[in-house]
């Protein structure tokens, strides 16, 4: 409707009413509210933040990079598309494990999400071939010695299986490249199935097919940025409503 200092020049001459009452540099507004502006009535409404969260069921044989030298199919190739911006992983899943991936608009909420300092948990489906013995399963517990430095699972349940397949859900706070199955490999026992079924509070749904993706809610982005102390990205506009003194609504 104009600049800073214009608007500004308008609520120093009352030229601007929030729900019925003379506005004043600092009033706040809310969704809901009613605004008049130069004898034009509006409502606050909530629109759309610059700041989204995908919940994207990710399948197997698909890669996290937008480019791959090998003309492999990516994650990207299905999400919408922006305007500005981009979309930015939180995380990484390799070729073969298919679940859970967020991705967001926003690279603060991603590098907050995946900071060591955030501890966030990790939850997996794993499909093992053979059984293992309790004693290797406490050695995960315990933590192992990998190549890049000590590592162990926050939790291990069994979930059964059939055969020689048995599947296990194991936590982590970590997320380093290809943890789950080199954890699993320094019990020589070898992953033939992976899925990430949660990523903190956020679960798979399982409505969710695979390659296709959902928005987070609004009132969930807020709760997200609460809990990872950032500030919520709400975004007010204003839709033009009922004319005032007879004159068109613009």
Sequence with gaps: MGSRREVEDWIRDGAIRANGSVATLGSQVDAGDRITVRGYHYRVIEGDSRQRVLIYHKPEGEVISRKDPQGRPSVFDHLPRLKNGRWVAVGRLDINTSGLLL????????????????????????????????EQLQALRDGVELEDGPACFDDIVERGGQGRNHWYHVILREGRNREVRRLWASQELTVSRLARVRFGAILLPRWLKPGKWHDMKPEHLRSLNAELGLKSDKQLMLKASTPARGRKTR
């Design 103 to 134: 991705l967001t608009t926003d690279g603060e909420l991603a590098n907050a999400l995946t900071h060591p300092s955030s501890g966030i948990e990790r939850e997996y489906a794993v499909r093992i071939f053979g059984q293992a013995s309790n």
